[in-house]
């Protein structure tokens, strides 16, 4: 498997989509357990940045690494050839 190869895949429309998906619902439940107190108390000025933004970005990089993974696996050659049409 080369790194082209992963990185089309990355790159793929449908991966992107369904990433920002799982990273949406699962971020803001994530968020509402580790901050909701104050995000429920409207205390945004002392809400964690960089804990609100990681919340989001860990799940939209389990979701896309467990998808390209999967996808590569099932049919590395027929994946990236998809990707670029």
């Not at 995000?39 to 390209?68: C, D, G, H, N």
Request: glycine share 2%.
């Amino acid at each position: 498997m080369t790194l082209k190869k992963v990185l089309t895949t990355i790159i793929n429309k449908s991966i992107i989509k369904d990433a920002l998906l799982v990273s949406l619902v699962v971020g803001s439940i994530l968020n509402i357990v580790n901050q909701g107190d104050l995000l429920f108390r409207l205390e945004f000025s002392k809400i964690s940045i960089p804990k609100l933004i990681l919340t989001f970005i860990v799940p939209y990089l389990v979701s896309t690494y467990a998808s390209v993974k999967t996808k590569l696996s099932f049919n590395p050659e027929e994946e990236c050839k998809n990707s670029q049409s």
